[in-house]
């Protein structure tokens, strides 16, 4: 019976394992739609920013954190400004080795409230002690981007 149980684990585990692809590109996750666009930095985004203007951009900052369960997002800073990258549709994931390094993302940028819940399961996703998740008691307003695609550079 424990064999049984251990083989059908096994197999789970091996099928979500093959669930997450390498890139076709190295360094590249998601599919840029125009990589032609001009790149700004995304301080300069964040300065621009005009509410509920829906423009695809592309911005450049510094990968601070990444998913630390499955890579579904990862923070982006650039001169003191930070934003959380979510990727569109759960399309792709991201590397946790992206932490630190410098990349260009493609996508749009949103002022957004965040949940108390919400931000209580990112901070979780991050791997936060119990007590700083527990410090959580009021939504937040922040800026998020949406990203379809993510290179490093």
Not at 21 to 48: C, M, Q, R, W, Y
Not at 92 to 106: H, R
């Amino acid at each position: 019976m424990y064999k049984l149980i251990f083989a059908i684990n096994l197999a789970l585990s091996t099928a979500a394992l093959a669930e997450v692809k390498a890139p076709a590109t190295p360094g590249v996750f998601g599919k840029f739609k125009s990589e032609k666009s001009p790149v700004i930095d995304l301080s300069k985004a964040i300065a621009e920013y005009k509410e509920g203007k829906e423009t695809v951009i592309h911005t450049q900052g510094t990968v601070k954190k990444v998913c630390e369960k499955e890579g579904c997002w990862m923070t982006l800073d650039d001169q003191g400004q930070s934003v959380r990258v979510f990727f569109k549709d759960h399309s792709f994931l991201v590397v946790k080795s992206l932490e630190g390094k410098k990349v260009v993302t493609e996508g749009v940028l949103r002022k957004k409230v965040q949940s108390v819940a919400e931000q209580k399961h990112l901070l979780e996703d991050a791997g936060a002690k119990k007590e700083e998740i527990e410090k959580v008691k009021e939504p937040l307003a922040s800026y998020q981007f949406e990203a379809t695609a993510v290179k490093a550079i």
